[in-house]
């Protein structure tokens, strides 16, 4: 069926390191896909998106792709900071406006 | 962007009594709202489509008579657990689709709802 499959963590790296976390989903059409943040005790926060194949979507240092070929979207950056701790959850659009959400990757950045 | 907020964002409350959970669309209005449970390090869980003016859509194995919504307004969800219990401790949250304005597909979450039952 329809789903995300996200790179288990947790994942700690130092700071200035490169991060790159794995999506890949698996859809009958061709959904919109995203990924969101969460500060700890917060809630979801949209990073990027991206709504169609090849399309790439950026913000704050993080891009990713819309792999057609691959059904992937990996979220990468090239040099992270503290102030990236977070759970970044990888996310498609399905129908009736509802989501599918990946299990979630916590990051944690040392200095 | 649009923004969603949830009041409150914080109640504790004792086994058995009910609690209410707003969710409001600030500067925009939505005929649906979704509400999403949140288990301590896991993903959201889809409970239920809210829309305006109808009953609400509930996914499979969530009790709709525990988990009342009620969507009375174009800016207004309420989520109310009832009869709470230990085990319905949990992060809520709520989103909404920007409507006509907004992009293909997106959502707009709340803050989130942390809920603790004693």
């Known amino acids: 069926g329809d789903s995300v499959t996200q790179m288990e963590g947790p994942v700690t790296l130092s700071e200035e390191a490169f991060l790159t976390i794995n999506c890949t989903y698996t859809a009958t059409g061709y959904p919109s896909l995203f990924w969101y943040v969460q500060y700890p005790g917060e809630g979801l926060q949209l990073l990027l998106k991206?709504?169609?194949?090849?399309d790439k979507g950026s913000n704050k240092g993080f891009e990713a792709t819309y792999r057609k070929e691959t059904t992937s979207f990996h979220l990468e950056k090239g040099s992270v900071q503290v102030s990236d701790s977070a759970v970044y959850f990888c996310a498609r659009s399905a129908s009736g406006n509802q989501f599918y959400f990946g299990t979630g990757t916590s990051l944690t950045v040392i200095p | 962007g649009a923004v969603v907020s949830q009041h409150p964002s914080r109640v504790i409350c004792k086994s058995g009594t009910s609690v209410k959970i707003e969710c409001r669309s600030l500067?925009?209005?939505?005929?649906?709202m979704f509400w999403y449970r949140q288990f301590p390090k896991q993903s959201l869980m889809l409970m239920a489509t809210s829309n305006e003016g109808s009953k609400a859509t509930y996914e499979q194995g969530v009790e709709k008579d525990k988990f009342l919504i009620n969507h009375a307004s174009l800016t207004l969800s309420t989520l109310t657990v009832t009869s709470a219990h230990p085990e319905d401790s949990s992060f809520y949250i709520c989103?909404?689709?920007?409507?006509?304005?907004?992009?293909?597909?997106?959502?707009?979450f709340g803050p989130g709802t942390r809920l603790t039952v004693l």
């Open positions: 989103s909404a689709p920007p409507g006509a304005s907004g992009a293909r597909n997106e959502q707009f």
């Open positions: 500067d925009f209005q939505a005929t649906t």
């Open positions: 991206a709504t169609k194949a090849d």
